[in-house]
């Protein structure tokens, strides 16, 4: 017999500022680097971009409702820190913090919990001019003067704070892979700008811990299990290497203050490790999240790289994925250190989405047994969902493959619960349909369906799903079969 959910379960859904908001421009926002970078020819799909996205910022009443009326516990969001800070380090642009507050105070009059996240990539565009964003110590201090006026305006009424949205992602897409801004292909300025965010990470943590004593705060990591393709001591061997390259680079810095040490030892050999000062470890150690956030949408199988075999990335669907798991190196590229140690290929065993995701809720039990026993903090699951082309027919939108995705993860979420995970809540990814960063508005993950298409915005009407139903019950179920 299973272990029922916690009374207190936050019961959630997920957005990012950039893939609902819309009004890119008004009340005096600042430019961020996805305005510019969607702005220009050729990087997102046929050209689609935020500037209106679903109009969330005009529909703020409307949304809410919906998220009232379908009893969500919890809902997760971002701020855009130049709507804040226009600039990213100067002037508060009091209109746009206003509009934080209104959400903030609609949330807390529908007993809705906040879920902040400080930045879920739109950095603001002058920070990148002006020192090359997340390459400069200079960024950090801008992102902890930003921290600083949220945590002040928010201590009272906002208990859990993110502070970054799969750093994993973003340094990895926007500065080796060079399909997200800042558009760098460079695996050395990659790992530089990444040690840049650990250091923002520690720093923000600390600060909120002297300013938010009663709130909890920790970074949302986009984590998959790796699996070796087969029994193969070479297999499993590069599995482990996977997952120090997949996982441990990132979640031992935020759980343990320290670069897992192999990896480090390898990255320092081919002359491309970040340049860790002592100062740098000392403010790495003395930081610590309240919680891990935890975004879930699969995990990755690898092989040995003696073998050669054909890589994932070749068939994958996605105009150009956010997916860490699909992006392998060519064997061209200079300086892949994972050439020698992994390979990742498709699991024979799992299904895939619409756009080649494989759907894995074992994985998710394992995930999150493997990420409490290695680094014992409570998990707020802050990220996972289903992306499919739905349809409206009848004016109605019965994504049932949705709500089997949905009721199997969690359902091994619970097992995990039983297991003996400690966990926080549960975020689905997403509220409503949003903008896929670069797949446009087709890949839905919604509850409620945006009529949006990727030609242009129409009535922007929300309707609410069938899985709008489905999750209402089960929150008013806490979760049971
Ligand atoms: C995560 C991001 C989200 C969201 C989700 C789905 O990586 O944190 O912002 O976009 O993935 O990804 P996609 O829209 O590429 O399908």
Redesign the pocket.
């Known amino acids: 017999k299973l272990d029922d959910f916690p009374k207190n379960f936050l019961w959630g859904a997920?957005s990012?500022a950039y893939?609902i908001e819309g009004a890119y421009n008004e009340d005096g926002k600042g430019p961020s680097i996805w305005d510019t970078y969607a702005h220009t020819e050729g990087n997102t799909y046929k050209g689609t971009n935020g500037d209106v996205a679903i109009d969330h910022y005009h529909h703020l009443e409307e949304d809410v409702g919906l998220m009232a009326k379908m009893g969500l516990k919890a809902y997760r969001f971002s701020v855009a820190w130049s709507r804040v800070i226009p600039d990213g380090e100067g002037e508060v642009n009091q209109a746009g913090l206003d509009f934080y507050i209104r959400l903030v105070k609609l949330l807390k009059e529908n007993q809705i919990e906040p879920v902040l996240t400080l930045y879920?990539?739109d950095l603001p565009q002058a920070l990148q001019d002006k020192y090359l964003g997340w390459e400069s110590r200079k960024t950090v201090a801008a992102f902890a003067k930003y921290c600083r006026v949220l945590f002040e305006t928010f201590k009272d009424d906002v208990k859990y704070w993110v502070t970054f949205?799969?750093q994993n992602?973003f340094t990895g897409l926007g500065y080796r892979w060079g399909n997200h801004p800042p558009k760098v292909t460079d695996i050395k300025r990659m790992y530089a700008a990444n040690h840049i965010v650990n250091l923002a990470n520690a720093t923000a943590i600390n600060l909120f811990h002297e300013m938010v004593p009663k709130g909890l705060i920790g970074p949302?990591f986009?984590y998959g299990p790796v699996y070796p393709l087969t029994g193969d001591p070479n297999d499993v061997l590069a599995s482990v290497n996977a997952d120090d390259f997949n996982n441990n680079w990132w979640l031992d810095v935020y759980c343990r203050g320290e670069y897992p040490y192999f990896m480090m030892k390898r990255l320092q050999a081919m002359g491309i490790a970040p340049e860790v000062t002592a100062a740098d470890q000392k403010l790495l150690k003395s930081a610590k999240p309240d919680f891990l956030g935890i975004?879930y949408?699969h995990g990755g199988t690898v092989q040995t790289n003696r073998l050669q075999k054909k890589v994932a990335a070749d068939d994958k669907k996605?105009f150009s994925?956010?997916?860490p798991y699909l992006m392998q190196p060519k064997e061209d590229q200079a300086q892949s250190p994972e050439i020698p140690m992994f390979n990742s290929v498709s699991s024979p065993y799992l299904e895939k989405t619409e756009?080649g995701?494989e759907i894995d809720p074992i994985g998710f039990r394992v995930a999150l047994r493997q990420v409490y026993e290695k680094y014992r903090l409570p998990i707020f699951v802050t990220?996972n969902?289903l992306?499919a082309a739905d349809q409206l027919v009848d004016g109605q939108v019965n994504d049932d493959y949705r709500i089997k995705y949905l009721a199997d993860h969690v359902l091994t979420m619970k097992e995990a619960i039983t297991d003996g995970v400690e966990m926080i809540g549960y975020c689905a990814?997403?509220f409503s349909d949003?903008?896929?960063?670069?797949?446009g508005y087709r890949?839905r993950?919604g509850f409620v369906y945006v009529d949006r298409d990727d030609d242009g915005p129409k009535e922007l009407k929300r309707i609410p799903k069938a899985s709008y139903y489905w999750y209402q019950k089960l929150i008013a179920d806490n979760g049971a079969d």
């Open positions: 997920a990012a893939q879920h990539w949205n799969e992602v949302s986009g975004n949408y996605d994925s956010t997916d756009w995701w990220e969902g992306g990814w997403s949003l903008l896929s960063w670069l797949n890949k993950y």
